[in-house]
Antibody, heavy 119, light 107 residues
C-alpha cells in the first residue's frame, strides 16, 4: 500500500520561496507522475504541476515562471518550490500520485500541508 | 481551455439519491474521476474511469459519462456522505483539470 507523507514550512513571507517535500512509501515509484495540487481557503482544487521519476515535468502555465518541481529517486522524494509568493499562494498543498496514462486518475494523496503567506 | 462545470451545491434527504453532474463539451470522450473531500481532510478517489469504484468505496457510489455530461450518483444517501465532490479529467493539452466542486448537504 502506498503512502505519501509531506512536510514543509507553514509560514512564508511575501516575495520569498515556498518549499515542500513529499516522500513516497510502499509501492513502485516509477510508472507514475507525482503531482502537486493546492486548495486556497474555501476554494476548490487547483492542479499545480507534476514530475515523473525521469524528471519530466508538467506545470500549470500560470505558475510556470515561478515553479520548480524536482525528484530524488534514491530517497523517493518529490520537492516543490514556488518563488516570489504572494497572499494568493496561501493554500493547503497536497501531493498525489497520478497514473501515467491517458486516464490520469489521482489515486493516492498526501495529508496536505497548510502554507500561509504573510509577513 | 478545458472547464468542468459542476453545480455548487446539491441537497438530499437521507435515504434518497443524490446526483452530481460534471459538464463539458464532449466529456464523454474522456475518462472522468470523482473525489470526495470532507472538511479538513485530503480528497479521496471514489469513482475512476467513469464508473469504477476503488476498493472500500460502497456500491452506493456509481458513475456514468456520455456526451457532454458525466454524473456521480450516490444511492441511499447517508449523513456520512456529506462532503465536497470534485470531478477530474486529464487531457494532453491541459493536463489535470478539476471541476469547481459540489457541496453535498444531507438534510
Amino acid at each position: 500500500q502506498v503512502q505519501l507523507q509531506q512536510w514543509g514550512a507553514g509560514l512564508v513571507k511575501p516575495s520569498e520561496t515556498l518549499s515542500l517535500t513529499c516522500v513516497v512509501e510502499g509501492e513502485s515509484f516509477i510508472d507514475y507522475y507525482w503531482s502537486w495540487i493546492r486548495q486556497a481557503p474555501g476554494k476548490g482544487l487547483e492542479w499545480v504541476g507534476e514530475i515523473n521519476h525521469n524528471g519530466k515535468t508538467n506545470y500549470k502555465p500560470s505558475l510556470k515562471s515561478r515553479l520548480s518541481i524536482s525528484v530524488d529517486t534514491s530517497k523517493r522524494q518529490i520537492s516543490l518550490k514556488l518563488s516570489s509568493v504572494t497572499a494568493a499562494d496561501t493554500a493547503v498543498y497536497y501531493c498525489a500520485r497520478r497514473e501515467d496514462s491517458s486516464f490520469g486518475r489521482l489515486d493516492h494523496w498526501g495529508q496536505g500541508t497548510q502554507v500561509t503567506v504573510s509577513s | 481551455s478545458y472547464v468542468l462545470s459542476q453545480p455548487p451545491s446539491v441537497s438530499v434527504a437521507p435515504g434518497q439519491t443524490a446526483t452530481i453532474s460534471c459538464e463539458e463539451n464532449n466529456i464523454g470522450s474522456k475518462s472522468v474521476h470523482w473525489y470526495q473531500q470532507k472538511p479538513g481532510q485530503a480528497p479521496i478517489l471514489v469513482i475512476y474511469y467513469d464508473r469504477d469504484r476503488p476498493s472500500g468505496i460502497p456500491e452506493r457510489f456509481s458513475g456514468s459519462n456520455s456526451g457532454n455530461i458525466a454524473t456521480l450518483t450516490i444511492s441511499r444517501v447517508e449523513a456520512g456522505d456529506e462532503a465536497d465532490y470534485y470531478c477530474q479529467v486529464w487531457d494532453r493539452s491541459t493536463d489535470v483539470v478539476f471541476g469547481g466542486g459540489t457541496t453535498l448537504t444531507v438534510l
